[in-house]
């Protein structure tokens, strides 16, 4: 077995010690959800949850009212197909133009190892997706949230299957920041 791979993956992993708590314009929020994704003992990505602290995370992330964001640090593109499976590209086409669409696209198969992707939504200033601090598109809508979400639960109601998996990620150890 080749371990420079593994080493390279343990060394991005270590490198994404995501915040306890981030600024998102005027607004604070706290890490609400975290949690790792692996396969076979693979990690694939660390991804932390943002909220403003004391809110619901699953009432906050249906909210358009309610500011949230997802971190997300790529450790490996091992598992990932080189096109945006298409359940998502069909439900993101469905709210962005055809320019933004491309950028997505073309984000998503730049991606690499050691990346951070970050989508936050702020109310009145809507939603933005970026990859190392880059921004990458940016829409008033948070219909692009809902409908990410409702394709995320795959037929599942969307309020149960939140509550469910966020449960399942509580943020365990203290977070920088």
Request: with cysteine; charged share 20%; glycine share 6%.
């Amino acid at each position: 077995m080749a371990t420079a791979p593994l080493i390279g993956i343990a060394a991005a992993a270590a490198a994404f010690a995501l915040p306890g708590s981030l600024r998102l314009g005027d607004q604070t929020l706290a890490a609400a959800s975290c949690a790792r994704r692996e396969t076979l003992g693979l990690s694939h990505y660390t991804a932390t949850l943002y909220v403003r602290a004391g809110e619901s995370a699953p009432v906050a992330l249906l909210d358009p009212n309610r500011a949230k964001a997802l971190d997300i640090g790529l450790l490996s593109r091992a598992f990932m197909p080189p096109e945006m499976p298409r359940k998502y590209r069909r439900a993101l086409a469905e709210n962005l133009d055809d320019d933004a669409m491309d950028r997505v696209r073309e984000a998503y198969r730049a991606l690499r190892p050691g990346d951070l992707i970050r989508i936050a939504y702020v109310p009145g200033a809507g939603l933005s997706v970026s990859v190392n601090g880059q921004r990458i598109i940016a829409t008033p809508e948070h219909r692009v949230v809902e409908s990410i979400l409702v394709t995320w639960a795959n037929g599942k109601p969307l309020d149960q299957h939140l509550r469910a998996t966020l449960a399942k990620h509580p943020c365990h150890t203290p977070l920088t920041g």
